[in-house]
């Protein structure tokens, strides 16, 4: 299928500059366990990026990958986190990337306000970009995307009704950790 057609369908395209194809490796290494070049490079090209090997090792190098062990003890490619911790993690499982951004949201939460499929949260300023890399590395499917300023925070839920929805989830989540 072409990228025209998979467009077509309602998937993202996919820009193919080195930027987009950086981020999309990090995704990938922060998702699934990637064991060698050649799965990652078949994971690029099943989301239409298609790489050489010399490319995708430059890649890596630039992103600062290394093979570390996983809990299973099989090794895997990592890179270091955004933000302050710059250690090397391998990928969070779904019930430590919720707690995390349960901690990080009882933090800095402040006020979560929702309009159709917006939803604006405050935090403390300078903390609007934490907070939205958290929700980020959460992957939760019903929102689409995030915008952070200095201290505000906006999410634009799936669903065109939704706002309401993810705001009250927001808000639930960052109260269990109070």
Same mark, same amino acid.
């Given at each position: 299928m072409s990228q025209a057609q998979e467009n077509e369908q309602g998937s993202p395209s996919v820009p193919q500059t080195r930027t987009a194809r950086h981020r999309r490796i990090v995704d990938i290494l922060n998702r699934l366990p990637v064991r060698s070049q050649s799965q990652l490079?078949?994971?690029?090209?099943?989301?239409? !990026?298609?790489?050489? $090997?010399?490319?995708?090792?430059?890649?890596?190098? %630039?992103?600062?990958?290394?093979?570390?062990?996983?809990?299973?003890? %099989?090794?895997?490619?990592?890179v270091p986190s955004e933000g302050g911790f710059r250690?090397? $993690?391998?990928?969070?499982?779904e019930s430590a990337k919720e707690e995390r951004?349960?901690?990080?949201?009882?933090?800095?939460?402040?006020?979560? %306000?929702?309009?159709?499929?917006?939803?604006?949260l405050r935090t403390p300023p300078g903390a609007a970009q934490?907070?939205?890399?958290?929700?980020?590395?959460? %992957?939760?499917?019903?929102? !689409?995307?995030?915008?952070?300023?200095?201290?505000?925070?906006?999410?634009?839920?799936?669903?065109?009704?939704?706002? $309401?929805?993810?705001?009250?989830h927001m808000l639930r989540l960052a109260q269990n950790d109070r």
């Open positions: 490079a078949k994971l690029l090209a099943d989301d239409g !990026l298609h790489v050489t $090997q010399a490319t995708l090792s430059r890649d890596l190098d %630039e992103l600062g990958a290394v093979k570390i062990r996983n809990t299973g003890g %099989e090794l895997i490619y990592a250690t090397p $993690q391998a990928p969070l499982g951004l349960k901690r990080i949201a009882g933090e800095l939460l402040i006020s979560a %306000e929702a309009s159709a499929n917006l939803v604006v934490f907070l939205a890399s958290a929700i980020d590395q959460a %992957e939760l499917h019903v929102i !689409l995307g995030t915008i952070a300023g200095d201290d505000t925070v906006m999410l634009i839920s799936r669903d065109p009704a939704g706002g $309401q929805a993810l705001a009250d």
